[in-house]
T-cell receptor, first 114, second 113 residues
Framework: AQSVAQPEDQVNVAEGNPLTVKCTYS??????LFWYVQYPNRGLQFLLK??????LVKGSYGFEAEFNKSQTSFHLKKPSALVSDSALYFC????????????FGSGTRLQVQP | DAGVIQSPRHEVTEMGQEVTLRCKPI?????LFWYRQTMMRGLELLIY????????DSGMPEDRFSAKMPNASFSTLKIQPSEPRDSAVYFC???????????FGPGTRLTVL
């Protein structure tokens, strides 16, 4: 069975500082990895994905994520946080074969302070 | 592109009543997913369809829940009878093979009193 762990319920960072939201996964075979963001009372918005190729993936709003196969991690990063980045972030995984449903982590609330 | 459309956005009902949630996927997408989000269980898959055919319904909680996809542009999730523990936000998402990315609707917040 596949699983995703987001070890931090909340991450606090000052505006302008770099941010990291952590994600580790477990899946049989090679993974497809995703990051989504959820603003209050909104649906999930796709940020970026790793399918294959370069381990550093760039996505929307200046976010990027690094796939590390040996550590089974896919941490989300941004060089300079904005107050408007404050939201709930979800990491998700699926394996490359067959079942297309995503397994989500529990979410990490990012709070960017002015 | 209008994105995934869900209706209603909010539903308040009383225990025992039938509830029907609706979803219109993005045109051209051949996969449709229903997820449920609660504080206790997070985001969990209920069921998904490929080309209107249910592929995996292992997440459907019990017989009170049913889902249909009569055509490529419409799906329903029905709860009959509803119970307070069904209170959650229900999301619909759609996906096409070339992008292999799920796009989510705004969700339906269901409250069962």
């Amino acid at each position: 069975a596949q699983s995703v762990a987001q070890p931090e319920d909340q991450v606090n960072v000052a505006e302008g500082n770099p941010l990291t939201v952590k994600c580790t996964y477990s899946v049989s075979g090679n993974p497809y990895l995703f990051w989504y963001v959820q603003y209050p009372n909104r649906g999930l918005q796709f940020l970026l994905k790793y399918i294959t190729g370069d381990n550093l993936v760039k996505g929307s709003y200046g976010f990027e994520a690094e796939f590390n196969k040996s550590q089974t991690s896919f941490h989300l990063k941004k060089p300079s946080a904005l107050v408007s980045d404050s939201a709930l972030y979800f990491c998700a995984v699926r394996d490359k074969s067959g079942r297309r449903a995503l397994t989500f982590g529990s979410g990490t609330r990012l709070q960017v302070q002015p | 592109d209008a994105g995934v459309i869900q209706s209603p956005r909010h539903e308040v009902t009383e225990m025992g009543q039938e509830v029907t949630l609706r979803c219109k996927p993005i045109s051209g997408h051949d996969y449709l997913f229903w997820y449920r989000q609660t504080m206790m269980r997070g985001l969990e898959l209920l069921i998904y369809f490929n080309n209107n055919v249910p592929i995996d319904d292992s997440g459907m909680p019990e017989d009170r829940f049913s889902a249909k996809m009569p055509n490529a542009s419409f799906s329903t999730l029905k709860i009959q009878p509803s119970e307070p523990r069904d209170s959650a936000v229900y999301f619909c998402a759609s996906n096409s093979l070339p992008t292999d990315t799920q796009y989510f609707g705004p969700g339906t917040r269901l409250t069962v009193l």
